[in-house]
């Protein structure tokens, strides 16, 4: 048998910790023997606010909430920065790159390592459940059996909209910052999963919140979670 390298145990390590640290909250708020719940996860178009509807749902339904902190969890088991996980995440490298990244391991994390990392943590979320995790394609990595799968969408003009309100910037400027992040986003799905991140297949529920507002969408996935599992 191969001896676990000291990245691998650190990383071991630290999903066990996390893990412990769920159970002793839930156990202490009376949630230890609760119905499972399948892991919830919300893939996002940029500008609108499925970010917002994740993080309601969470604290209505009082699951655990993961976005940017599974970066800061990957970076700080491998001891890297988080931003060269952010840099992954938005731009896949070609093999090449890969390759020379896979050489200088002692600063960089190279994408095959991350995704490993990312399918190691939200396996442990999805049998722990009860959790919401934003983004990460973890609806391309888990069985159906272990998520719950959420799309979150606008029309371009209300996304604009948001992005343009939410930063004080100019319409072309917003429109322009959300066709980026949604392409990156778009090639990380294709290239990693080889999925159309927009496909309606993909998801068990899709909400247009140009239609519906924040709160109808909350309402809308707590209402099927609490009937569906008996939380109520």
């Not at 749902?57 to 902190?69: G, S, T, W």
């Not at 800061?72 to 931003?83: C, G, L, R, T, Y």
């Not at 990312?118 to 049998?127: D, H, I, N, R, S």
């Amino acid at each position: 048998m191969v001896d676990a390298s000291p990245e691998e145990s650190l990383f071991h390590n630290f999903i066990k910790e996390q893990l412990q640290k769920m159970k002793t909250t839930r156990r202490d708020a009376g949630l230890g023997k609760k119905t499972y719940v399948p892991l919830v996860t919300v893939s996002i178009d940029p500008g609108s606010g499925g970010s917002l509807v994740a993080r309601q749902v969470a604290d209505r339904l009082d699951f655990d909430f993961f976005n940017r902190e599974i970066i800061k969890e990957i970076a700080e088991s491998v001891q890297i920065k988080p931003d060269v996980i952010e840099n992954i995440e938005k731009e896949r490298l070609s093999g090449v790159e890969d390759l020379i990244a896979s050489c200088l391991r002692d600063t960089y994390l190279w994408p095959g390592m991350y995704l490993e990392h990312l399918e190691k943590v939200l396996y442990a979320l999805g049998e722990h459940g009860r959790t919401v995790v934003v983004g990460r394609g973890g609806n391309f990595i888990l069985s159906s059996e272990k998520r719950f799968s959420i799309r979150v969408t606008a029309p371009m003009e209300a996304r604009v909209e948001n992005i343009a309100k939410a930063f004080g910037v100019p319409a072309a400027k917003a429109k322009s910052r959300i066709k980026g992040r949604q392409e990156n986003r778009a090639a990380f799905i294709k290239k990693t999963f080889h999925k159309d991140v927009s496909n309606p297949l993909h998801y068990d529920m899709v909400l247009n919140t140009g239609f519906m507002s924040i709160g109808d969408c909350t309402d809308m996935i707590c209402h099927y979670l609490e009937h569906k599992y008996k939380l109520i």
